[in-house]
């Protein structure tokens, strides 16, 4: 089974400044996907940034970028320029290639709370 | 706008009361699921459905039943409801080549006394 774990309950950043979050994984597959979510207090569960194992290149979305080393089972996203609209719960996600395109099942890390000072 | 609609949003129980979640997505998905979260543990999958017709368990499914009504709706029922069971459920969706792995309900935090 896969296991997902995010080693920092907590972290803190000041605004405009960057922070990296860390995510490990744990997986015999070699054609996976990783995700990290954004959840706001209204509990909404935000995709923020997805990874595909086969592609070297790391994501980028616009302020986020992950840092996926697949040989270390690594996958942290670093928030550039933050903003006090980050203030989250972040979770990593790791999820199977169920077929083509499609996902499979979603495995959760245990969530890391960010908090953005002014 | 709808996406994945669970209902109730809020409910207290008392131990030993039973109650049903219910969750409908309108996206046309075949898979269905459902996740509780707590405290410290991120979320966790209770039961899936991969497509009509069909459930799965997941990794806490002790405690819970399903039904999978139709394509479009995916219930989760506490026979008999227990403190440990406190916490908040999240039914999410996913189709075939979504731009996202799972379409996330707005989640029900239910209270067991």
Redesign the interface.
Known sequence: AQTVTQSQPEMSVQEAETVTLSCTYDTSESDYYLFWYKQPPSRQMILVIRQEAYKQQNATENRFSVNFQKAAKSFSLKISDSQLGDAAMYFCAYSTRAGGTSYGKLTFGQGTILTVHP | NAGVTQTPKFQVLKTGQSMTLQCAQDMNHNSM?WYRQDP??????IY?SASEGTTDK?EVPNGYNVSRLNKREFSLRLESAAPSQTS?Y?C?S?G???N???H?G??TRLSIL
């Open positions: 699921y410290g543990m991120g979320l966790r999958l899936y997941g908040v999240f999410a996913a075939l080549f979504s996202q792995p799972q996330f707005d989640g």
